[in-house]
């Protein structure tokens, strides 16, 4: 499987063209290419919406966090793409990830993301609210 982050969306033809190099290539490894996949076809989650969703749902594991943002109409393109994102987020001192292998915001990122004051778009309003149906 290979994974495309195009600038813009890609024609059939690009994309035939693509795959055609791409299996070339891979084969002189002895290799073939099983899928190819466009990211940014969806509505793949950026970096905000992943620490927003972190935040609002911490402590979280991967499913967890790929659920909750498959349930807000976000397309996950899978597991292990989830796991490289975290995973850059944890090198970057964004995320902590505890023994436990669930994922808590670092307080740098809480106060980056900063907060408001007012209704239920408030993070911490937010937060408390999820946490209040997480214990139903």
């Known amino acids: 499987m290979v994974w495309i982050d195009a600038k813009r969306s890609l024609d059939e033809d690009h994309r035939l063209a693509i795959s055609e190099r791409l299996g070339l290539f891979l084969s002189s490894f002895a290799l073939s290419l099983s899928s190819l996949t466009q990211l940014g076809e969806g509505n793949a989650p950026g970096k905000l919406a992943l620490l927003r969703q972190i935040r609002a749902s911490a402590p979280v594991t991967a499913e967890e966090l790929r659920e909750k943002l498959t349930r807000k109409g976000l397309s996950v393109p ?3 793409w989830l796991t490289r994102r975290l995973d850059v987020l944890r090198k970057a001192s964004e995320v902590v990830r505890l023994g436990d292998g669930s994922y808590v915001p670092s307080a740098a990122t809480i106060r980056a993301l900063g907060t408001t004051l007012h209704g239920r778009s408030s993070p911490d309003v937010s937060r408390l609210l999820a946490l ?3 214990k139903r």
């Open 78 to 80: 899978s597991a292990d």
């Open 132 to 134: 209040a149906r997480g």
